[in-house]
Nanobody, 119 residues
Framework: QVQLVESGGGLVQAGGSLRLSCAAS????????MGWYRQNSGNERELVAT???????TYAESVKGRFTIWRDNAVNIVEVQMNGLKPEDTGVYYC?????????????WGQGTQVTVSS
């Protein structure tokens, strides 16, 4: 199994920046794609950004140009730098990893970290 632990959330004013970090442990050799999702109260969890093992990234339209995702496979971390934060970026941010072990794929999630952007 793989465990994901996020850090870096907090309260910031609109226009500010935060960096979220996620550390993976356990059977990390099975990790492929990684990414970040977020969920606001009353809404479904939505994609923020993903990055493949080889470093190819994708972003939600709402965060393009403001957020940057990267990963370091040597130490099994994925991070996202969030600039120009807006109140609508508020939510619980979850680290995600697609993990394949013994030929079986599974979605793995962290516990989430709260990001609050005040206007």
């Amino acid at each position: 199994q793989v465990q994901l632990v996020e850090s870096g959330g907090g309260l910031v004013q609109a226009g500010g920046s935060l960096r979220l970090s996620c550390a993976a442990s356990g059977s990390v050799f099975g990790i492929g794609i990684m990414g970040w999702y977020r969920q606001n109260s009353g809404n479904e969890r939505e994609l923020v950004a993903t990055i493949s093992y080889g470093g190819r990234s994708t972003y939600a339209e709402s965060v393009k140009g403001r957020f940057t995702i990267w990963r370091d496979n040597a130490v099994n971390i994925v991070e996202v730098q969030m600039n120009g934060l807006k109140p609508e970026d508020t939510g619980v941010y979850y680290c995600y990893a697609g993990v394949t072990l013994s030929g079986v794929f599974s979605d793995t999630w962290g516990q989430g970290t709260q990001v609050t952007v005040s206007s």
